[in-house]
């Protein structure tokens, strides 16, 4: 089970931290990722992690403002969101693959949390 928090409404250049909290034992061998989903869009990947943390990847749209990362000890991993847009408006799920792929595919992924909403005003 996963469990989604720290969006909110932000202004245009400000940050925020979403957390992804996961329940059973196993979360330390499963790779995450970060998808967003706005009104009328498909839903989007925008971060991954493998089950250590040492491989990440990024959507263009977010590289070099975004970071994921993970604390396995914590059973948690985040989302650190700087220099956000108006357009990063979107519902921010969290979703886990315990097969521990590398995947931007939503598809891939086994479980899903809540989703947390994320509004940047311009």
């Known amino acids: 089970q996963l469990q989604a928090s720290g969006g909110g409404l932000v202004q245009a250049g400000g940050s925020l931290r979403l957390s992804c909290a996961a329940s059973?034992?196993?979360?330390?061998?499963?790779?995450m990722g970060w998808f967003r989903q706005a009104p009328g869009k498909e839903r989007e990947f925008v971060a991954g992690?493998?089950?250590?943390?040492?491989?990440?990847y990024y959507a263009v749209s977010v590289k070099g403002r975004f970071t994921i990362s993970r604390d396995n000890a914590e059973n948690t991993v985040y989302l650190t969101m700087n220099s956000l847009k108006p357009e990063d408006t979107a519902t921010y799920y969290c979703?886990?693959?315990?097969?521990?792929?590398?995947?931007?595919?939503?598809?891939?992924?086994?479980?899903w949390g809540q989703g947390t909403q994320v509004t940047v005003s311009s």
């Open positions: 979703a886990a693959d315990s097969r521990g792929r590398l995947t931007s595919a939503w598809y891939e992924y086994d479980y």
């Open positions: 992690t493998s089950w250590s943390g040492a491989n990440t």
């Open positions: 059973g034992r196993a979360f330390s061998s499963y790779s």
